[in-house]
């Protein structure tokens, strides 16, 4: 059975003194007038199974307070849990009721805010005179299936039995949960916010592995803030180095704030793993090429059969560009995924009337698969026309990019 993972930031929003939003990452810090205490919800943690990291697009955390937890069948295998930490100040105790007042969220798609199921609704509580209480609270009732999740509000209350129309105080969090197909996976196995929002909005709704894949890929390629640079032999964002045992470095941060930019298929390839290994997907970047020495600036040239690279219009018609090797993503079934580009023809020697990208290509029909189309433009379809028949004697460097977030790169 599929199994999807949430990933939760809780952030805030208060007003600068021109007026304008700040988003901040923080615990809330609340001490209201309670009847003769003072009580508050000093803070809102979250606590449970699952717990993951979330980075800004620097890799630095943006809170402590990131969940992941699984969805199965429509129903949380794992539910989230929010604790409320009640304090009181010094001096007699405090017996209330503490209360989840509001708890939903909503979709991209839809109209109106969906309700979580809480358990328990309500519970009453001592505090103790300078001291404090914590309470928790169970929620249900996320999709089974990717999304980014859009002004998720949950309100805890404080009630005084004295006045019970409203609460007293209320503690009120906002938060972005982005559900994706399984636990993120390195090198985004704690998810660049970026990265997880790029893919869980190209992902979005979609509940198996193939799908996400393909909607991963597709997003990438028509994204419109990447130009294919095919002259590239290295690039500012996966520059020529041998930095590690995977060999491959790549300037995430830099890449992410360069956009819309020029990239080569190293960078297309490597983001496109980001992206989907953020979704759990469980894949690797290879680099693919006629010969056996695997640098980039040396190796076997070919002729790639008719095809459009990433950002170019297709009104603009197809190019047929020399390759020296090509790098491509690679599914967990050995399969090609490749946003750098779509062909013109598929493996069948149909054409691609909406310039799809490959998704879960096999390899080596991907490479070079000789035509059977009688009457068709090209003798074979694949990424290679020539040499023929060398093609299909693919050699492939495996990588599993080094994340680096140094910004200096660009300039």
């Not at 693919?288 to 018609?317: E, H, R």
Request: charged content about 10%.
């Amino acid at each position: 059975m599929k199994t999807a993972r949430l990933l939760l930031s809780r952030y805030f929003h208060i007003e600068n003194a021109g007026g304008g939003i700040v988003a901040l990452i923080l615990l809330c810090a609340i001490s209201l007038p309670c009847s003769a205490n003072q009580i508050g919800c000093t803070s809102v943690v979250m606590s449970g199974p699952g717990y993951v990291g979330l980075d800004d697009n620097h890799g630095n955390p943006l809170s402590a307070n990131v969940l992941v937890s699984p969805v199965q069948a429509n129903v949380m295998a794992e539910p989230f849990t929010l604790t409320a930490t009640i304090s009181c100040a010094p001096g007699p105790s405090w017996t209330g009721e503490a209360v989840v007042a509001l708890a939903q969220y909503k979709t991209e798609s839809s109209t109106a805010y969906i309700p979580f199921s809480v358990t328990p609704a309500s519970t009453w509580i001592t505090v103790p005179g300078g001291s404090s209480t914590t309470v928790s609270f169970t929620f249900n009732g996320l999709p089974d299936s990717v999304q980014p999740l859009i002004n998720t509000i949950i309100n805890i209350g404080c009630y005084n039995p004295q006045i019970r129309g409203y609460p007293s105080l209320q503690e009120q969090t906002q938060f972005d949960i982005y559900t994706t197909h399984y636990l993120p996976e390195a090198p985004q196995q704690r998810p660049f916010l970026g990265v997880i929002s790029d893919a869980c909005n190209w992902a979005i709704g979609t509940t198996q592995y193939a799908a996400v894949e393909a909607a991963v890929t597709k997003g990438l390629y028509n994204c419109g803030y990447l130009t294919y640079d095919s002259a590239a032999k290295f690039t500012k964002f996966t520059p020529l180095q041998t930095a590690t045992p995977t060999g491959e470095t790549f300037y995430l941060t830099a890449f992410l704030y360069a956009r819309p930019t020029t990239a080569a298929c190293y960078d297309v390839a490597n983001y496109l793993l980001c992206c989907a290994n953020a979704l759990g997907l469980q894949c690797t970047c290879d680099l693919i090429n006629n010969n056996a020495t695997q640098q980039k600036t040396v190796g076997q040239s070919f002729i790639t059969n008719p095809i459009y690279l990433i950002g170019s219009a297709a009104s603009n018609g197809y190019t047929t560009p020399t390759f020296y090797n090509h790098q491509v993503l690679i599914d967990k079934g050995g399969n090609v995924c490749d946003a750098s580009l779509a062909m013109e023809f598929d493996l069948a020697g149909n054409v691609n009337r909406a310039l799809t990208p490959p998704t879960a290509w096999p390899l080596l029909g991907y490479w070079q698969t000789p035509s059977t189309c009688v009457g068709c433009p090209t003798e074979n379809t694949g990424l290679v026309n020539l040499p023929i028949p060398s093609a299909p004697n693919i050699l492939i460097n495996h990588f599993i990019p080094v994340i680096n977030t140094a910004t200096n790169i660009i300039g």
